[in-house]
């Protein structure tokens, strides 16, 4: 598994807009992780050996995209 950042930026109100894909094999989406004020830690809490030694890459993204991500992988 590896872990990308996407960042839409910070919404009207300043709040981060950054979400953590996890990637299966072969590209797959695995799950999405609002990174909130947490920051890596928030990927790490949940898959603690992720991207071990290193910060995923970021991408920008919309915050369009940013909700429907997160909104795919909710529980």
């Known amino acids: ?6 960042n839409a ?4 109100n300043g709040n981060p807009r950054r ?4 990637l299966g094999e072969g590209g797959s989406v695995l799950d ?3 990174e909130g004020y947490s920051g890596i830690s ?3 809490e949940k898959y603690p050996n992720i991207n071990e030694g290193w910060a995923p890459m970021e991408f920008d ?3 369009r995209e940013y909700r429907e991500t997160l909104k795919r992988f909710k529980a």
């Open 1 to 6: 598994m590896i872990a990308i950042k996407l």
């Open 9 to 12: 930026g910070n919404d009207r």
């Open 19 to 22: 979400v953590f894909v996890v």
């Open 32 to 34: 999405a992780i609002d």
């Open 42 to 44: 928030a990927l790490h």
């Open 61 to 63: 993204t919309t915050p």
